[in-house]
């Protein structure tokens, strides 16, 4: 196919005399409105920015161009929801009476949204996605705990003010559910159940010893670990997890695990499932514990963890 060359100035003869000027009037007038909309955006973003500081000015060129209060793994989180979020903190802290600066607020939430942006990059890094499906599961289920819709919005309102409304606290459900599947999919957590032989503060040799060996005989009568809840309802001393058979739920490593003591905690991740524990030391006294369960292939705490996404592709511009 014969290519056919452009020629402006044949163009430009087409076009009628009388219309030469105001196409250059009309040029003129896009160059301007792009000068002034680039002025208008730099100087807001260097008084945000540099200067830390925002005005009715600011306010207004926030709403036509979308800053970014930080960029995650190109991802940018927007200044908007970051402005969001401190507004609704800060009402939360003042309904509440607790005692929080701008700056301590802005930083939490600088932290806190680019954590969760990283905790979704990372279950989309293994194929892992929270639907749509499941956050109106959980809607469902805080819905039944507290009413209804109604009772949600008006909960939210007394605690956050205007900034967070039903569709604002979708988000934060789906957040916290990105969470949990970081905890219970990714890290390495466990299933695990107790049996405790309390000891009172400050315990002398003989308590601590008499203890130990009503522990041990405790042990030896679980021959099948079937039958670990029922000798926990029927022995164990800690009121909170006895009558649900010692049950402790699903935990995982570090600051985010029941620490009872650093023994408990090493039998956590050492101890066979469905094996029995000698009796293990801690403050409260002697522990007999069983793992039920145990998955997750990430051997660190949730903070090790988090500490090692934000190690790399996160800038933060505001609440640093």
């Not at 020629?7 to 009628?16: G, N, V």
């Not at 956050?135 to 009772?151: A, C, F, P, S």
């Not at 006294?285 to 500490?307: F, V």
Request: include cysteine; proline fraction near 4%; charge should be neutral.
């Amino acid at each position: 196919m014969k290519k056919i060359p452009f020629d402006l100035s044949q163009l430009k003869k087409r076009i009628p005399k009388k219309l030469h000027k105001p196409i250059r009037l009309a040029g003129l007038i896009a160059v301007s409105c792009i000068a002034i909309y680039f002025v208008l955006v730099s100087t807001a973003a260097y008084t945000i920015y540099h200067l830390d500081k925002t005005n009715k000015y600011t306010t207004f060129v926030e709403k036509i161009f979308p800053y970014p209060a930080a960029i995650v793994n190109h991802e940018y989180i927007p200044l908007s929801r970051f402005r969001l979020e401190v507004a609704a903190r800060q009402t939360y802290a003042r309904v509440h009476g607790i005692d929080s600066s701008n700056s301590q607020t802005e930083q939490f939430v600088a932290i806190e949204l680019t954590n969760r942006a990283l905790y979704e990059q990372a279950l989309q890094n293994n194929n892992i996605i929270v639907t749509d499906e499941d956050v109106d599961t959980k809607m469902k289920d805080i819905y039944t705990q507290i009413g209804n819709q109604d009772d949600l919005v008006t909960f939210l309102h007394q605690n956050y003010g205007d900034a967070i409304g039903i569709p604002e606290f979708r988000v934060w459900v789906k957040e916290s559910l990105v969470e949990a599947a970081i905890q219970q999919q990714l890290l390495e957590h466990v299933h695990v159940s107790h049996i405790l032989i309390s000891l009172p503060s400050n315990p002398t040799n003989d308590q601590v010893e008499a203890a130990r060996l009503k522990a041990v005989d405790i042990k030896s009568k679980i021959t099948d670990p079937t039958k670990f809840s029922d000798i926990a309802k029927q022995f164990s001393e800690d009121v909170a997890s006895r009558d649900k058979g010692g049950d402790l739920g699903v935990t995982v490593r570090g600051d985010d695990a029941p620490v009872f003591s650093a023994d408990f905690q090493n039998a956590l991740f050492t101890l066979p499932v469905k094996t029995i524990s000698d009796p293990i030391r801690s403050t409260y006294g002697w522990h007999i514990i069983m793992i039920s369960s145990r998955a997750g292939t990430i051997q660190e705490s949730m903070k090790q963890y988090t500490n090692e996404l934000r190690s790399s592709g996160v800038r933060t511009f505001i609440g640093k």
